[in-house]
């Protein structure tokens, strides 16, 4: 099984279409329930997963994603190489490509991961950096089709921060033909450049992309409704400040009433309880933030097989 759009990389969504997006989704259900059929799907493959900033979902879900797929995981830090000394990523990415067949990066800057695509000869997966994080989102994507069956006109409201996930589910929502509703303080809204992408997606979709600065109008028959930290990695200097601004967009059990009966609660993680969402929403009955942390493992794959797996 395959997609019907080949992939070269994965770096913020805009590679995909929607067709594409639907494929992506499907493999992943079908690796979720036969994992024997796709055992050998990366039979000597090697996979670079190379680790810039901090990693637990990422970095164990890739890692043992490979492994399944019949491929080898080479586990890099950043620190440790050649390019934490000074090394060009350019001359990093030409060396690389000769010895492996994919590479995996968490980093900072998204700059890093476009430099890498346009001077290697492999795919880049983009792992995370500060603008996008779009394998949480296949993720998230795959966790609202298997719990209501699809994900066409379904109403996704973040309350947060206007970071890298608001721009990913932005996204990823607007090619899903989802009604994306952003709610952030007017200070710390997403990128104007990345909602106007989203709003061209959704046209062609079907989709909406709102924002908001009031939680309660923006969560009101939400059917998804996500949250993620105030301060991400490198913002920990800004936390205080960041708490400040974002009072009153807690994610609590007062908000959840105003959503659909029949809401989930989605959250990347690491969680900060009794910050961003309360341990009564993150812990409760509408909350499946572990199903979903645990497909970001079959998404992975899935994504993994596009790039560089050989089917029979």
Do not use: W
């Not at 900033?53 to 620190?79: C, D, M, Q």
């Not at 700059?111 to 949480?136: F, K, M, R, S, Y």
């Not at 009031?214 to 939400?222: F, N, R, S």
Request: negative net charge; contains cysteine; charged residues 20%.
């Amino acid at each position: 099984m395959t997609t019907t759009q080949r992939l070269k990389h994965l770096l913020t969504l805009e590679e995909l279409t929607a067709e594409g997006l639907t494929d992506l989704l499907e493999l992943a259900k079908d690796v979720k329930t036969s994992p024997a059929t796709y055992a050998q799907t990366l039979a000597g493959k090697k996979v670079a997963l190379l680790f810039e900033k901090a990693s637990t979902r990422t970095r164990i879900s890739f890692e043992v994603g490979v492994v399944e797929l019949g491929g080898y995981p080479v586990v890099l830090n950043g620190s440790d190489m050649q390019i934490g000394r000074g090394e060009s990523l350019s001359d990093t990415i030409q060396v690389m490509s000769r010895y492996v067949d994919a590479l995996m990066i968490r980093t900072f800057a998204h700059e890093t991961v476009e430099t890498l695509a346009a001077h290697g000869t492999i795919p880049i997966i983009n792992g995370l950096t500060d603008l996008h994080h779009p394998c949480q989102v296949l993720a998230d994507l795959l966790t609202v089709e298997e719990h209501f069956g699809q994900r066409q006109g379904k109403i996704l409201a973040y309350v947060g921060d206007g970071n890298n996930m608001a721009h990913s589910l932005l996204l990823g929502g607007a090619l899903s033909g989802m009604t994306v509703r952003i709610c952030s303080p007017a200070a710390y809204a997403p990128d104007q450049t990345i909602i106007d992408q989203a709003k061209v997606l959704a046209q062609k979709s079907g989709g909406r992309i709102e924002q908001y600065t009031d939680p309660v109008q923006a969560v009101t028959d939400a059917d998804v409704i996500y949250s993620d930290v105030f301060a991400s990695m490198g913002q920990e200097e800004e936390s205080a400040d960041r708490l400040k601004a974002f009072q009153g967009y807690q994610v609590d059990q007062t908000l959840l009433r105003s959503a659909a009966d029949d809401v989930i609660f989605l959250h990347c993680l690491p969680a900060h309880r009794g910050e961003e969402v309360t341990a009564e929403v993150i812990d409760g009955s509408h909350s499946l933030v572990f199903d979903q942390a645990e497909n970001r493992l079959h998404a992975q794959k899935a994504l993994m097989i596009e790039l560089i797996g050989v089917m029979n």
